[in-house]
């Protein structure tokens, strides 16, 4: 059926320095992933997105690349800093449309 | 900017117990979803609404499970007949096709969540 692993769990890293999260689908299907950023107290919500016929995407200091034939995604966060600290997800879905399905969460957390 | 909200923050129920979690969407949206969180799980999709009918379920979402559009605002998840398992965190979510003006189509907007506890 349709999962969605990532890895790792758990990410402290220093101020300033790069964050990366990483993530593999198993349904071929699927063509759109978005990652989601949860703070404490709040739903997740959407940070940064990639579509199966693109293999990067970069916004300001966030970027996330794509694999698809080894079904292969992954969020890099540069220059990171004390407000990037929440839980992050990434997910799939056969379109925008369809329902999410989430991984299981990074919390990263920034040492200053 | 708007936004999604849901109510109560955290519901307490007897095991057995019916509950009705409620979420108001925000108010242009046609789309609407139920996702649940338990602890240490991940968020998984409950069921997608749309046009008054559902439009996609999970197997988590059985006969215990029910949504309903009551009025123009609301959007309500009722457990009829909770069991321990039930406890999480519920996610509603809502969309519509045309996304902010150049964000995603059908992007998803959650809800901070209803934490609820069965004893």
């Known amino acids: 059926g349709e999962n969605v692993e990532q890895h790792p769990s758990t990410l402290s890293v220093q101020e300033g320095d790069s964050a990366v999260i990483k993530c593999t689908y198993s349904d071929s299907a699927s063509n759109y992933f978005p990652w989601y950023k949860q703070e404490l107290g709040k739903g997740p919500q959407l940070i940064i997105d990639?579509?199966?016929?693109?293999g990067e995407k970069k916004d300001q200091r966030i970027a996330v690349t794509l694999n698809k034939t080894a079904k292969h995604f992954s969020l890099h966060i540069t220059e990171t800093q004390p407000e990037d600290s929440a839980v992050y997800f990434c997910?799939?879905?056969?379109?925008?449309?369809?329902?999410?399905?989430f991984g299981s969460g990074t919390r990263l957390s920034i040492r200053p | 900017e708007p936004e999604v909200t849901q109510t109560p923050s955290h519901q307490v129920t007897q095991m057995g117990q019916e509950v009705i979690l409620r979420c108001v969407p925000i108010?242009?949206?046609?789309?609407f979803y139920w996702y649940r969180q338990i602890l240490g799980q991940k968020v998984e999709f409950l069921v997608s609404f749309y046009n008054n009918e559902i439009s996609e379920k999970s197997e988590i979402f059985d006969d215990q499970f029910s949504v309903e559009r009551p009025d123009g605002s609301n959007f309500t998840l009722k457990i009829r007949s909770t069991k321990l398992e039930d406890s999480a965190m519920y996610f509603c979510?809502?969309?519509?096709?045309?996304?902010?003006?150049?964000?995603?189509?059908?992007?998803?907007?959650f809800g901070p969540g209803t934490r609820l506890t069965v004893l």
């Open positions: 979510a809502s969309s519509e096709p045309l996304g902010r003006r150049g964000g995603t189509p059908h992007e998803q907007f």
């Open positions: 990639i579509r199966s016929n693109v």
């Open positions: 108010s242009n949206h046609l789309y």
């Open positions: 997910a799939a879905q056969y379109s925008s449309a369809s329902k999410i399905i």
